[in-house]
């Protein structure tokens, strides 16, 4: 059994995360902002915990984070103004990161989007630049953490059942995939040492979760 905080736990992957994590006998702290959101999270089977990370400390979260033995950061301000953005979906989030090092919760994984990084494409006048450059700043600021990071690259989100298959790998162009297939790759990775320092781009394909994260080897296996 490990210990897994998620923070943004009233997301809908988080929801199915928590949901997948409890019933596999792992003990969950979800973070969320609004409170009136806490028996929804309680319904997961997690511990609810309010906590507005936009406007905490590094060293207030950390202390969300004590006795963590892996973080999964599936937050973000959702749209709307790009201050906002910059403020949770990279200021937040690098945040965390220092706080899961505080902390000693070695494990983090960052739910970030297909296509992410430095080279995102976006221009400046699009209403995702914003999100795609905080993005690519809390990425980039993970994979120098010192922390057994993985960064989960899923493409556009669909509010479709799971079906439990995807396809990875060079070459792949996005597409989609279900929010309850992310949380389950989430929850896979978690139990995978060879996905540590990896990022995993994905959409809905026709190869087992399982089958596909097998390909990441353990280093030094």
């Known amino acids: 059994m490990s210990r897994i905080t998620i923070i943004g736990g009233h997301g809908k992957v988080a929801l199915?995360?928590?949901?997948?994590?409890?019933?596999n006998g792992h003990q969950v702290t979800s973070l969320f902002r609004n409170p009136?959101?806490?028996?929804?999270?309680?319904?997961?089977?997690?511990?609810?915990?309010?906590?507005?990370?936009?406007n905490l400390s590094t060293e207030e979260i950390a202390q969300k984070l004590e006795g963590a033995d892996a973080v999964v950061w599936s937050a973000g301000a959702g749209g709307g103004?790009?201050?906002?953005?910059?403020?949770?979906?990279?200021?937040?989030?690098?945040?965390?990161?220092?706080?899961?090092?505080?902390?000693g919760a070695r494990r983090y994984v960052m739910v970030s989007y297909f296509g992410a990084g430095p080279e995102h494409g976006v221009p400046e006048d699009n209403g995702f630049y914003a999100y795609a450059e905080a993005k690519a700043a809390a990425d980039e600021y993970l994979r120098h953490s010192g922390l057994d990071w993985t960064i989960l690259g899923p493409s556009a989100l669909?509010?479709?059942?799971?079906?439990?298959?995807?396809?990875?790998?060079?070459?792949?162009?996005?597409?989609?995939?279900?929010?309850?297939?992310?949380?389950?790759?989430?929850?896979?990775v978690l139990e995978r040492p060879?996905?540590?320092?990896?990022?995993?781009?994905?959409?809905n394909g026709s190869v087992a979760i399982d089958t596909a994260l097998d390909s990441f080897k353990e280093q030094n296996a």
Do not use: C, W
């Open 158 to 188: 669909t509010m479709d059942p799971g079906t439990g298959k995807i396809e990875i790998g060079a070459g792949i162009e996005g597409t989609q995939v279900s929010r309850e297939d992310v949380a389950l790759v989430a929850a896979a």
């Open 16 to 23: 199915h995360l928590a949901r997948d994590l409890t019933a």
């Open 36 to 54: 009136q959101h806490t028996a929804d999270v309680e319904a997961t089977g997690a511990t609810a915990v309010v906590a507005d990370v936009e």
């Open 194 to 203: 060879g996905t540590i320092g990896q990022t995993i781009q994905f959409n």
């Open 81 to 103: 103004a790009p201050e906002r953005t910059y403020a949770v979906d990279r200021d937040a989030a690098i945040r965390s990161i220092d706080a899961a090092v505080a902390a």
